[in-house]
Structure formats: structure tokens, C-alpha cells
């Protein structure tokens, strides 16, 4: 069975950085792309960051501070959050897009930034 387990989240004041990981186990195939969404309180999800091979996009509200990187071969998806901001906080969401059209999702790590 699939799974995907982000971690590296927690508190941190305004202006700190953080390291999210995703890790994926199980026969998850051939990954296309991945990706990290976030979730704020009342807000939509929103997409952080993608990486497709070597060719990453990001939200205009993130670029410049974060910086998704991947190793397929491994399974693993970072994301590498620096300058964080209050309006950063929010539940941090790995996804994972394989060629064989499967989509998965982690459950999610609380990122928490103080002012």
C-alpha cells in the first residue's frame, strides 16, 4: 500500500526557516511530479510548489523564499521554507503525480509561524 508522510514542520518565529520531507513507501510507480500544497484555516488549498524533472514552479507568494527539490530514485520530496511569514502558517500537504495517472496525498504537517 501507498503512503506519503510529510514531516518538519512545527513553530517558528517570523523571518526562521523550516525543512518539510514527504516520504513515500510502497509500490507508487513512476513519479511525473511532485508537489506541496498548503491549507490555511477558512482558505482554500493552495499549490506551494511543483517540480517536474528538473523545471519547478511556485506560487508568486513563495517565490524567492522556498525551494522544492525531489529524488525520485528515493521517493523523497522536500520543501525548504525560508523568511517565513505569519500568513505561512497553514498545513503543508505532499502530493505525488505518477506517469500511471495515480495521485497521492500525505496527511498533512502543521507549519505555525509567529510574529
Known amino acids: 500500500q501507498v503512503q506519503l508522510v510529510e514531516s518538519g514542520g512545527g513553530l517558528v518565529q517570523a523571518g526562521g526557516s523550516l525543512r518539510l520531507s514527504c516520504a513515500a513507501s510502497?509500490?507508487?510507480?513512476?513519479?511525473?511530479?511532485m508537489r506541496w500544497y498548503r491549507q490555511a484555516p477558512g482558505k482554500q488549498r493552495e499549490l506551494v510548489a511543483s517540480?517536474?524533472?528538473?523545471?519547478?514552479n511556485y506560487a508568486d507568494s513563495v517565490k524567492g523564499r522556498f525551494t522544492i527539490s525531489g529524488d525520485n530514485a528515493k521517493k523523497m520530496v522536500y520543501l525548504q521554507l525560508n523568511s517565513l511569514k505569519p500568513e505561512d502558517t497553514a498545513v503543508y500537504y505532499c502530493n505525488l503525480l505518477t506517469w500511471g495517472m495515480s495521485n497521492y496525498w500525505g496527511q498533512g504537517t502543521q507549519v505555525t509561524v509567529s510574529s
Open positions: 510502497g509500490s507508487i510507480g513512476s513519479i511525473k511530479t
Open positions: 517540480i517536474t524533472g528538473s523545471t519547478t
